[in-house]
């Protein structure tokens, strides 16, 4: 059996070394366009900012090491150029010499990856991609060449974040400049905020709802006219799927401009596999297709088409696109759908956010962890989660993806027994106290109302109260807000009945206190949910875009 592997990275690399773990006797031959292979591309951004010094650490494997232990054949420097999909055969061009070879396959498998999305302005040659080690190689001698002072980076997604931080770390002023209203789209405002300060409070300088119009030698230009001092360019406005191949092959492409696979990775040739960040993915909740350019599907898919050549009755499962990112101490992470996306999609939901601490309060070094949870307001089975902090996101977010994964319910988080010492965690996790938070909104405990409803419900009538102690209300307040503290919210109840009131807390678990006893005494009440921190990071979010 000969299989022949296109792109010798994540995807590639796991197909061709599953392969022969599962096949002693097949031919495998992996052609590579670029200089290296099984490199850890996640890593790129801290080479450039020294956090990673060795470079040799980057790169996993070589093909001479891949050779002597699997005996697969890897060609680097080696273009395909074309696939015969009658013949059952491809087409190589050597990189050096430029001669053309043809080379003959049973299975064939794209893992092509994807290519930086360029703009289309004056000077873009300038804004240089991070895409691979050599990209990374010719950053960091133009850093040096230029002696940068400064730098903008073009696009405020993942790579772009790690870039501006890594960049700081090399003493340079950065300028982020974002076409959107926030970075990092794939999170709601008020959970994003937290990372957006860090930047800003650590130098780095966001432009949001900008466009560049133009980029000289040594600035960047707005579409407003603003103009930013700019040593380095770097480009990290987003990847396309690099499927031309496919394309030119007549493959089936999918709705998304990825390549379309079914759930064993094959293509619509059954003799061609394709899986990584040229594939689109089917989306666990909403079931629509999806670029999901994450490398641990690259992987997972990869395997996954090697066992199915092999002979095993393999399937791919839904992609959830579980994600996180750290920058100067803090992090974010998110898994499934966001608010925003159930909206856009028409799926009905509820939303619960919570502010508890990493672990144990009592135990020195707790920091806060802000958490998200998006579920099913029949049935409480959850959507997606969002988690921020200096310590425990990870934790938490990968707790939830997994009970996402198994489809669990807000009601289950309550019941899930997660180890516990107070130097970990508390008696009543973050995540079971999502639970009890969630099963109060799902059972009608208490009504609640999210941050970006409440202008409304005042311009409505409502009455907003603030049930924090008089030195909190005012230390920082919702415009509006009258402050009632809780404790003293029995003796005051002839100011409120009547009203439609709204009440908020901090972080919301006083104001579930606030509304029990509003009810028990017949006011029409509701909770803001997640309190003052929640509306002040959603806020604070907005206003970066005024």
Request: proline residues 3%.
């Amino acid at each position: 059996m000969k299989v022949i592997i296109i792109g010798g990275v994540a995807s590639g690399m796991s197909a061709a070394t599953r392969l022969r773990r599962l096949n002693e006797s097949a031919e495998i031959t992996v052609y590579e366009r670029g200089e290296h292979v099984s490199y850890a591309n996640c890593g790129l951004p801290y080479f450039i900012g020294d956090v990673i010094t060795n470079r040799n650490n980057l790169l996993l494997q070589t093909p001479e090491k891949l050779w002597d232990r699997f005996r697969i054949d890897v060609r680097i420097r080696a273009s395909v150029v074309n696939i015969s999909r009658e013949k059952q055969s491809v087409t190589i061009r050597n990189e050096l010499t430029g001669d053309t070879t043809e080379d003959f396959y049973d299975y064939l498998v794209l893992a092509t990856g994807a290519s930086p999305r360029r703009l289309n302005i004056a000077g873009s040659e300038r804004a240089l991609p991070i895409r691979n080690v050599t990209d990374t190689d010719r950053v960091k001698a133009e850093i040096a060449r230029v002696n940068a002072k400064s730098a903008a980076v073009l696009g405020g997604g993942f790579v772009g974040v790690e870039l501006a931080e890594n960049l700081r770390h090399l003493g340079l002023d950065v300028h982020v400049i974002q076409r959107g209203s926030s970075i990092l789209s794939q999170f709601d405002p008020e959970m994003i905020e937290p990372i957006q300060r860090a930047l800003t409070e650590n130098g780095v300088h966001l432009h949001m709802h900008s466009q560049v119009a133009e980029i000289s030698e040594r600035t960047v230009v707005l579409a407003d006219g603003t103009s930013l001092d700019a040593d380095i360019v770097l480009c990290a406005t987003g990847v396309a799927p690099d499927n031309q191949l496919a394309v030119d092959a007549g493959l089936r492409i999918g709705t998304t401009g990825g390549l379309w696979v079914d759930d064993q990775q094959r293509t619509s040739d059954p003799h061609i596999f394709a899986a990584g960040d040229a594939v689109e993915k089917n989306g666990m909740l909403v079931g629509d297709q999806a670029l999901i350019p994450l490398a641990n599907l690259a992987n997972r898919h990869g395997r996954l088409i090697a066992d199915v050549i092999a002979g095993v009755d393999a399937h791919a499962h839904p992609a959830l696109g579980t994600i996180i990112i750290g920058a100067f101490g803090m992090s974010a992470a998110v898994t499934g759908l966001s608010e925003r996306a159930a909206r856009a999609a028409n799926i009905a939901h509820h939303v619960v956010h919570l502010h508890p601490g990493s672990h144990a309060g009592y135990y020195p070094g707790a920091t806060r962890v802000d958490l998200k949870i998006v579920f099913e307001p029949e049935t409480g089975k959850l959507l997606g989660a969002q988690a921020a902090g200096e310590n425990g996101a990870d934790k938490r977010i990968d707790v939830l993806a997994t009970a996402i994964f198994a489809g669990l319910t807000i009601d289950d988080l309550m019941d899930l027994e997660l180890a516990y010492a107070p130097q970990f965690g508390s008696a009543k996790d973050a995540i079971n106290q999502a639970g009890y938070v969630g099963n109060n909104v799902l059972s009608g405990v208490t009504e609640t109302i999210q941050w970006h409803e409440l202008d409304l419900a005042l311009a409505e009538g409502a009455v907003l109260i603030d049930v924090r102690t008089n030195e909190e209300h005012a230390a920082g307040s919702i415009p509006g807000a009258q402050n009632i503290p809780v404790d003293d919210l029995r003796g005051r109840l002839e100011e409120l009945v009547g009203c439609d009131v709204v009440v908020t807390c901090q972080v919301g678990q006083r104001g579930h206190i606030a509304t029990q006893i509003l009810k028990a005494h017949g006011v029409q009440v509701r909770n803001l949910d997640g309190g003052y921190l929640t509306w002040r990071d959603a806020t604070s979010a907005l206003a970066r875009t005024a």
